[in-house]
């Protein structure tokens, strides 16, 4: 082999640029290997690798996911030792919480990075994202930019597959943050408590210096027993946290709440919806406060940000009832959510929820009773089928809705159309909520993938039937059957 000089590293075929090692992983459905020839015609000049590549010089490893990290890292200059990154993981509020603790973060003049499942977003430049954590070498190649352009402060949204994939080795965390943890993503781990010990990895002496644990749930008090780095708590429950919040107050305006921490106290009114943000703050208020961030300012920047794409989003075209889209897609954050938009009224709750294909087929029937309990209309219909039968999808959620023995149930393939039958619904006063896909930009079935927007759709719908100017409201159509 000839001298070369290695640029960089792609986990990636398509991405390659001339220098760079091309990381052939294995995959769930192919092995990059076989795209080492379009490596190699993109510029790679070697492969690294669990098999030989013909194409390309090869470094042979066991696990080569848990070389690409470390070999990043090293590759981009160890940009996370020149960075304060502060992880955020848990089932549910990873992105609200990232969102808040990057707020915290400007506000109190840090230039800051957002690695999250939403965007990724530094000082010169934001993307849309394609995963809740990157793979290793592009997440490296974030910081090391993110370093380029003088961040010195990372809010970085950690999955649990991230954690089991090692995406996120070679990165050392001043702070992680552990939301809460329920049942998710059983298609990928084996049970509860392999998904509970993927995400404990985050918080080993190794990778991190200091954890923020909420422990308003059994596994938060299990990890914080467990752990051996030096942590704090926060509760909306528990006095005995380091840091807890009482006086909580959520309407379709924001929401409130008196933070104590050590001799201090302070109210914050954050102008995001649902009771459920309050835990996201104190997570991100007491990380800010490991930061050395002055509370006022931390609380300033928070309270400044005006929503989280996807996360109880309210879109409103001047119908006389309240209109959202939630990312609740299980069923922790269902009984996080509907109490909330209960409050917000004394009409009907309707919902429009659905299952994401491939995904773990056991919380199917659980999110369509959960639905069907807490809201009066739910009208079943597809997410992303990806490569399952949507009408066996639809046929899970219903079942479980029927079972409920509560609200009417429709079924609605078309998930514009069923956005539609929602808004055709709602009369004044209700509460009509679009659950499940948040901000994702596409749907898919099987191969194919097209633009769809539920913030778009839903807007949409509303327009369309928001009378002109002087006229009334109409009354809604009657109840659709089951189909």
Not at 321 to 338: E, I, K, P, S, W
Request: hydrophobic share 40%; with cysteine.
């Amino acid at each position: 082999m000839h001298d070369c000089r290695v640029t960089g590293i792609s986990q990636d075929s398509r991405l390659v640029s001339p220098g760079e090692v091309y990381a052939a992983l294995p995959g769930s459905s192919s092995h990059g290997a076989a795209f080492a020839a379009e490596a190699a015609a993109r510029g790679a000049v070697a492969v690294i690798s669990d098999r030989p590549c013909a194409e390309l010089p090869t470094l042979v490893v066991d696990n080569p996911r848990q070389v690409v990290g470390p070999l990043a890292s090293w590759l981009y200059g160890e940009p996370s030792h020149h960075l304060d990154v502060f992880g955020v993981t848990g089932t549910n509020g990873k992105t609200s919480t990232s969102y808040l603790l990057h707020a915290g973060l400007t506000a109190a003049g840090l230039r800051t990075g957002l690695i999250s499942g939403v965007t990724v977003r530094g000082p010169l430049e934001a993307r849309p994202a394609v995963r809740t954590t990157p793979e290793a070498s592009e997440l490296q190649q974030t910081l090391a930019a993110f370093h380029d352009q003088g961040v010195t402060g990372v809010a970085l949204e950690v999955s649990s597959h991230a954690l089991a994939l090692h995406r996120v080795d070679g990165i050392r965390f001043r702070a992680a943050i552990f939301t809460n943890l329920g049942p998710d993503h059983l298609d990928f781990h084996s049970d509860l408590d392999d998904y509970f010990s993927a995400k404990a990895r985050l918080f080993s002496p190794e990778r991190c210096e200091f954890a923020v644990i909420g422990i308003d749930d059994d596994h938060g008090g299990r990890l914080a027993a467990q752990i051996e780095i030096p942590h704090c708590t926060f509760s909306t429950r528990s006095r005995a946290a380091d840091f807890y919040a009482d006086n909580i107050r959520a309407d379709e305006h924001g929401t409130s709440f008196v933070v104590h921490c050590a001799d201090r106290r302070a109210t914050v009114r954050l102008r995001l919806l649902g009771l459920h943000q309050v835990d996201n703050a104190l997570g991100a208020l007491a990380v800010s406060s490991r930061a050395g961030i002055d509370l006022d300012a931390a609380i300033a920047g928070m309270e400044s940000l005006d929503s989280v794409p996807g996360r109880m989003q309210r879109v409103d075209a001047g119908q006389p009832f309240l209109a959202f889209v939630d990312y609740m897609h299980n069923t922790a954050g269902q009984h996080r959510q509907f109490p909330y938009l209960r409050s917000l009224t004394t009409g009907r709750i309707i919902v429009v929820v659905g299952a994401t294909g491939d995904r773990d087929p056991s919380k199917r029937h659980p999110l369509g009773w959960t639905a069907a309990t807490f809201a009066d209309i739910v009208i079943v219909t597809d997410e992303s089928p990806h490569s399952e039968d949507p009408a066996d999808l639809r046929r899970h959620i219903a079942l479980g809705a029927w079972a409920a023995e509560h609200a009417e149930v429709i079924v609605e393939p078309h998930r514009a159309e069923a956005i539609v039958r929602a808004v055709e619904l709602a009369r004044a006063g209700d509460v009509v909520v679009v659950a499940g896909r948040g901000h994702d930009p596409v749907q898919t079935f099987g191969s194919t993938t097209r633009q769809f927007d539920d913030r778009a759709e839903l807007r949409k719908a509303l327009e369309n039937r928001v009378p002109r100017r002087g006229a009334e409201w109409g009354s809604p159509p009657a109840l659709f059957s089951r189909q």
